[in-house]
């Protein structure tokens, strides 16, 4: 995943418009015009996208920290000048303030299976013997796990058809001994 479809992907999720986006990058100490947010977030076949950086990414993963758990006391964090899915992903935990069990959770709830053993993996330095990578497809269903535990589909903008299909019988009504109704 591109720097882009995280950013992306998080601002979908959370519904964060610009203003709250260029908040953010504020409570991370960097300045960004609305314009700068908005060729970040366009596609790469759009003429006016631009490539968000990994420190221009890791400052505004550490503007959401600060933004969902509070600054911490003295200096700022510096932002990483090279990020992978393992920063990214430890980020996001510590921003939302998760278990090891939450993430599983929302990573369950997007349909991938992990057990904890495996998740830790990617919490450990590199150059530990038991670190792993974490890859795309663990990230991005991280993130479908976040965006359907905070941001549902909302049944009633699913597209139903206007019309019942022809030669399908309504269903038939069961019946209830409880219902005081008179009959006919």
């Given at each position: 995943?591109?720097?882009?479809d995280?950013?992306r992907?998080?601002?979908?999720?959370?519904?964060?418009?610009?203003?709250k986006m260029i908040a953010?990058?504020a409570q991370?100490e960097?300045?960004?015009s609305?314009?700068?947010?908005s060729?970040?977030?366009?596609k790469e076949?759009?003429?006016?996208?631009?490539?968000?950086s990994?420190?221009?990414?890791?400052?505004?993963?550490?503007g959401?920290?600060?933004l969902?758990?509070?600054?911490?006391d003295?200096d700022?964090?510096?932002?990483e000048?090279?990020l992978n899915n393992?920063?990214?992903l430890?980020?996001?935990?510590?921003?939302?303030?998760?278990?090891?069990e939450d993430?599983l959770?929302?990573?369950q709830?997007?349909?991938l299976?992990?057990?904890?053993?495996?998740?830790?993996?990617?919490f450990?330095k590199?150059?530990h013997?038991?670190?792993?990578?974490c890859k795309?497809?663990?990230?991005r269903?991280?993130?479908?796990?976040?965006?359907?535990?905070?941001?549902?589909?909302d049944?009633?903008?699913?597209?139903?058809?206007a019309v019942?299909?022809?030669?399908?019988?309504?269903p038939?009504?069961k019946f209830n001994p409880?219902?005081?109704?008179?009959k006919?």
């Amino acid at each position: 995943m591109t720097n882009n479809d995280v950013l992306r992907r998080l601002r979908y999720c959370f519904n964060l418009g610009d203003d709250k986006m260029i908040a953010i990058f504020a409570q991370a100490e960097l300045v960004v015009s609305r314009a700068e947010v908005s060729r970040w977030l366009k596609k790469e076949e759009d003429e006016d996208y631009q490539n968000c950086s990994d420190v221009k990414l890791a400052t505004f993963l550490n503007g959401f920290i600060n933004l969902k758990r509070g600054k911490r006391d003295g200096d700022q964090p510096q932002p990483e000048s090279r990020l992978n899915n393992n920063i990214i992903l430890r980020k996001l935990k510590i921003a939302l303030n998760f278990t090891d069990e939450d993430i599983l959770a929302a990573l369950q709830l997007a349909g991938l299976s992990m057990s904890k053993h495996e998740l830790s993996a990617f919490f450990r330095k590199p150059g530990h013997k038991h670190y792993r990578e974490c890859k795309d497809q663990v990230l991005r269903n991280f993130i479908k796990g976040l965006q359907l535990k905070y941001r549902p589909e909302d049944p009633s903008k699913k597209r139903v058809p206007a019309v019942e299909p022809v030669g399908q019988p309504a269903p038939a009504k069961k019946f209830n001994p409880w219902d005081t109704a008179k009959k006919d």
